[in-house]
């Protein structure tokens, strides 16, 4: 029933900005958790951030105090704004949406993919 699309990646400088958005085509008010995770070429995706519906937020150790992900209920969005990026920043960054479902398991969603280059 939710459907991500992300947006916002592309070249920065090492030290730069950069805002990531991702769109869901329903309401996300009832997903427990929204995350963004990456993944660079020969690596595993790996978390960046996520935040649940009550607003709690936790970071990969490589990102706290640069990164900063927030959700618009209204709007169906989530962002996330990176600040202070490396060159080891550089990755495809993926919007992901997580729900349990007691008793039998999760459902979960991943967009397409935006990709962020920083460069030396």
């Known amino acids: 029933q939710v459907q991500l699309v992300e947006s916002g990646g592309g070249l920065v400088q090492a030290g730069g900005s950069l805002r990531l958005s991702c769109a869901a085509s329903?309401?996300?008010?009832?997903?427990?958790?929204m995350g963004w995770y990456r993944q660079a070429p020969g690596k595993s995706r790996e978390l960046v951030a996520e935040?649940?519906?009550?607003?709690?937020?936790n970071y990969a150790g490589s990102v706290k105090g640069r990164f900063t992900i927030s959700r618009d209920n209204a709007k169906n969005t989530v962002s996330l704004q990176m600040s202070s990026l490396k060159p080891e920043d550089t990755a495809v960054y993926y919007c992901n949406a997580h729900k349990m479902i007691p008793k039998a398991g999760y459902l979960e969603v991943w967009g397409q993919g935006t990709l962020v280059t920083v460069s030396s």
């Open positions: 935040i649940t519906s009550g607003d709690s937020t």
């Open positions: 329903g309401s996300i008010f009832s997903i427990n958790t």
